[in-house]
T-cell receptor, first 111, second 115 residues
Framework: DAKTTQPNSMESNEEEPVHLPCNHSTISGTDYIHWYRQLPSQGPEYVIHGLTSNVNNRMASLAIAEDRKSSTLILHRATLRDAAVYYCILRDSNTGNQFYFGTGTSLTVIP | KAGVTQTPRYLIKTRGQQVTLSCSPISGHRSVSWYQQTPGQGLQFLFEYFSETQRNKGNFPGRFSGRQFSNSRSEMNVSTLELGDSALYLC??????????????FGEGSRLTVL
């Protein structure tokens, strides 16, 4: 099982950018990098995903290292509603929807 | 468009009993997967169903089982409940049958307490 390593917790000031790191040194060529977040008392929600190139969407940006052994989720302007646990997940295209969630990073946004 | 619906939201059982949880995926989604979330173990994959067939299974004992119906609704069952089965059980649906790019949509979960 491909594993990811994330810091347990991070803090950010409101309206400032946040860079959430993830290490995945054992990533294989068929693994997609996905990010989900879980707000309190809710199920996880999709944030972004990518394979090799950097990706942007309305929620965030995903920067993937050239060797793909690490990635960074970037929230451009943190809001209080971004306080959540962020999961970096490797999703093997060969094993269906069998996501391996780590412990995630608990993001605190300070007003 | 209605989201993923899980029922019941909360339930309490005693050791030795069995429980059935239900999940209605987003209309048009054919893949349903189940996860167990506990404070100690985090989110762990249970199994995935696609078009009524189990495609993947996580490392859980045989007491955990599931099925999917022709309308894509899914149920999971836990027999002979143990205290350690107390958890939030999350269901996720996906439109695509293949793994590459399909986004998972999660329900709010069923919180099971075993006494």
């Amino acid at each position: 099982d491909a594993k990811t390593t994330q810091p347990n917790s991070m803090e950010s000031n409101e309206e400032e950018p946040v860079h959430l790191p993830c290490n995945h040194s054992t990533i294989s060529g068929t693994d997609y990098i996905h990010w989900y977040r879980q707000l309190p008392s809710q199920g996880p929600e999709y944030v972004i995903h990518g394979l090799t190139s950097n990706v942007n969407n309305r929620m965030a940006s995903l920067a993937i290292a050239e060797d793909r052994k690490s990635s960074t989720l970037i929230l451009h302007r943190a809001t209080l509603r971004d306080a959540a646990v962020y999961y970096c997940i490797l999703r093997d295209s060969n094993t269906g929807n069998q996501f391996y969630f780590g412990t995630g990073t608990s993001l605190t946004v300070i007003p | 468009k209605a989201g993923v619906t899980q029922t019941p939201r909360y339930l309490i059982k005693t050791r030795g009993q069995q429980v059935t949880l239900s999940c209605s995926p987003i209309s048009g989604h054919r893949s349903v997967s189940w996860y167990q979330q506990t404070p100690g173990q985090g989110l762990q994959f249970l199994f995935e169903y696609f078009s009524e067939t189990q495609r993947n299974k996580g490392n859980f004992p045989g007491r955990f089982s599931g099925r999917q119906f022709s309308n894509s609704r899914s149920e999971m069952n836990v027999s002979t409940l143990e205290l350690g089965d107390s958890a939030l059980y999350l269901c996720a649906s996906s439109q695509l049958g293949t793994a590459n790019t399909g986004e998972l949509f999660f329900g709010e979960g069923s919180r099971l307490t075993v006494l």
